[in-house]
Structure formats: structure tokens, C-alpha cells
């Protein structure tokens, strides 16, 4: 078992991580790269109860709990889209469902992804987190004990 | 008087692009190649300066004043009319009606002449290539009415199959609505065909325009057309503004659309007398603004004249097309032999959004998605979606070069 991070430590360490990228053409590289690693998901997902409204390429996200923390699986027909799923499941998978309610999300901002989506994609992005955080609150009273 | 005359040589395009301010810009560090001309087109100068120039110096509401200012808006706004009649050769000024843009004229006809019109076990026939703006008020009106929707099918070029078409018309349709140039496709449809077999069984024919009114010269009299609709902004003029024509005998028959300010002669208590065509269709202040400088939009397109325009495009098209050729893996959607400057295409195996979001890093703009005609892209051609570039006269040969480039590189990044 890894440690337990902080939602806060991996947003950091991401930060870190885009740091050595000086244009968005290598961004982009590496989030090609992030979105061809991401685990497959099961094809059972692939409906419309799992998928994610408002992008432009197809998302489905499903999320389940175990020993108390809430654990992500995502999947999407664009490459790109994977690759920024996988930096939010990077982010919020495995943590108290608590804690990702609450989490500001903040790295998006600051590796420069929100602000260089057009709003079109910028609300896909939104919508991904949103979904993300309704499974928090979903589970999150299950979690009171 | 033909003005038209052939200026083919003397237009330096390079030098017309001066004219064009946002072409200047600068996206994620590179200059812009703006591909996105389908959705709206960029503004020349002399339109641009019009809008300030209405509020600057003559702004004021039209019809009502007895004030100079109102009767030079007025003048303007009918002026205005006047040209775009002219634009399309219809026959009177009163057969041309100021509306939103394409979406509001079909909506106006749907609403009004097609809720007189079709009744219950009637057919509506449209074509599986229509925009949303072409679809969902024709379906909306079906559901209402209990009437049938039929689509014209269409080949796996991207061409309307007409000998089907032939065969869906019979005493049942009640109307017949179809694109005139594809926005997704660029597929320039047989209209004149498709009216004279409609009205061989007097079925009228809406048209919607307005990927053709940027692109070719259209003729309302020789297309015998019943309606037809076009959107300022894609031929170089402001959003918001955008023209139906009806044929006066359809307009005169028609109920208003919606009441209120300047669509009435006379009100009473107890009576409302309504006002001639086209006021009639025109309730409320309208876009006065937009109004007059889609007159000016119409100007500088007859001052390029359509077939300078038409010569530019397909020279950028057929350059396009070559080097789409090269690069190996695309698949164009939509290759009839007659089609406007707009290539909608996949990368094998790369997702639109993809290709979409690395061309806009590259400073280069292109729709992604089902341009708004999900149907066609998704149940005719089983695609989750396409890129399109669609060209105007101002992009150059350098910009085909470098989205060539773009692709090159999103193939070798993706794949």
C-alpha cells in the first residue's frame, strides 16, 4: 500500500510536474501520454447513467468506495480528454469522500489548463468535476459513522 | 444594369485581408488562420465603421418619428431592405422580411404558415441533412399536428438521393423544407430540381440559405422558391440579423408570427387591425443597427461580386483538397462534385476534439462536432463527430499550408 496523500500534496506535485514544461505543445504531449495510460474501464459503464453531460467527446466516470475512500475509474472516446481525467482522478482518487467535496481544485488553474480551454471545453472540463464531486456527496453521508 | 463586371484580375486578396482587422490576431503565439467561416464569418471595416457610424449619427427608432433622425433611420432601414431585395431578386421590397437570422425565418415559417398548412396524417419531407435549425421546428410542428416527418436519404458522397426524393412526394405533402448548401458537408443540393417536383404537386418549398448566401448568387425568381432564409453573419455582417423571404401570396396568407409594436395598423380596445408586408412579420423595435449595415454587408460582397468570390474558394478548396490528399489517414465527409469551400473530415483513429484542440494551439481555428447536425453525422455516418474547415476568400494558400502542417502533426502525436 502507498501512502495516503493529501489531495493538496498531489495537486502540488502536479504543479511540479507542468513546471518543466515550457509551451503547451508539451503539455499536451504529456497529457496525450496520461490519457493513454489511463486504466481501461469496464464496458458496462459505457451509458448514459455513467455518462458525464456537456463534454464534447463521450466521458463516463464511475466511482466506488472501499475501507472509506472513494476510488475513480474513467474512460472517454478523445485521447486528450483521457489524459486531463486522468490528472483530476490523479488528484481526488482515493481520498475521503469528505475531502473531495471540498477539494478547490486549484492546480487546474495553476498549470494553465483552465485558462487555456475555450469555455465550450472549459465546461466539459467543469462538468467531469462536478460528476466527480456529486459521487463525493453521494457517499459522503454513507461515510458518517 | 449588370455592375458586376469582370474585375477577376484586380482583386489582390492579400491586400483585402487589410480590411479584415481580426486577422490580425495572434492565437497561442501564432498568427490566426481562421477555418471557422461556416459558423460566422469575420467583419471588413466598412462594416464594422457602419455600426458605430448608425449610433453614432443617426440612431433613433424607425416608422414612428416625425423627427429627422427617425426619418433617417427610416431611410436607412428600408434602404437596407431594398438591397437585400435586390441581393436575391425578389420581387418586392414587401416580400422580405427582417428577422433574427435563418433559425428565426424558419422558425417564422414553420410556426405561422406551416400551422395553417399541415393538419393531421399530412407529411412534412425535409432531408437528412439539415441543420437543427432546419429540423426541429419541422419535427416540433409534426408532433403538434400528429403529421409525418420524412427525410429526403442521403449517398455516402454526401449528395441528396433525388430519384427517392421523386418518390416521397405525393398528395399527402404539405411542405417541403430543405438546406440549399450543406454546413457540414458543403454539398451545394439540386434545389431547383427539388422545387419543380414539389410543385408539380403544389407543395411549397422553404429554403435555408445561409451557408449559400456567402457563396454563390442567389435568384428567389428563377429558383421559384417559395421561402427562403439567410443570416447576415455568415456573409460578413453582424450577428443577430438575417432575412426571410416569402412569396407575397404566402406572406399575405400567413398570421403574424408575433404581435406588438409596429406590426399593427390600428388598435382598439376590442380589435387589432394588422399592418402590410412585411411590417406585419416585424413586431416589436427590431435590430435597426443590424438592419441597415447588413446593406452594407451586401455591398461589399457585390463589390468582390460572388463569382470572384466563388474562383478565390475553390482555388483554396482544390488546394486544400490536394494536400489533405498527402498527408494520408483523412477521411473526407462529404465529397459531392458540387460543394462549397469547406472540407469536413476525420483523422483515422483520432477523435475531432483531438485534432480540434491541437490545430487551436497551432493558432488555428476549426469546428469540431456534429455542426449542428447530429442526426447526419451520427446516424448517417456513424461518426462520433468531424472537423471542418470551411474556407472564405480572405484565408490564403500559407494558412492551407500550415494547417496541413497541423494535421501532419497531430497525426504524429496521437497516433
Redesign the interface.
Known sequence: MTETKTITQKEDQIVDDFSLFDD??SK??YI?ELGKKLPLIDENYKNELYEVKGC???VWLNAEMKDGLLYYKADS?????KGIISLLIEVLSGNKPEEIKNAEMDFLNKIGLKEHL?PN?ANGLNAMINKMKNFAIKYSGENVN | MNTQTSNMEMIDFTKLREEFPILTRRISGEPIAYFDNAATSQKPLSVIKAISEYYENINSNVHRGIHTLSEEATEAYENSREKARKFINAQSAGEIVFVKGTTDGINLVASSFGNKTVGEGDEVIISEMEHHSNLVPWQNLCERKNATLKYIPVNDKGELMIDEFKSMVNEKTKLISVVYVSNSLGTINPVSEIIETAHSFNVPVVLDAAQAAPHMKIDVQKLDCDFLAFSGHKMYGPTGIGILYGKEKHLESMPPYQYGGEMIKSVSYDKTVFNVLPYKFEAGTPNIAGAIVLGTAVDFIERLSHENIHNREMDLLSYADNLFDEIGDIRIIGTAENKTSLISFIINGIHPYDTGSILDNLGIAVRTGFHCTQPLIEQRFRLPGTVRASFAFYNTFEEIDRLAAGLSKVKSMLL
Do not use: G
Request: charged share 25%; proline share 0%; aromatic share 14%.
Open positions: 503547451w505543445m499536451y504531449e496525450i464534447q467527446s463521450k472516446d478523445a485521447i486528450i480528454t475555450s471545453r
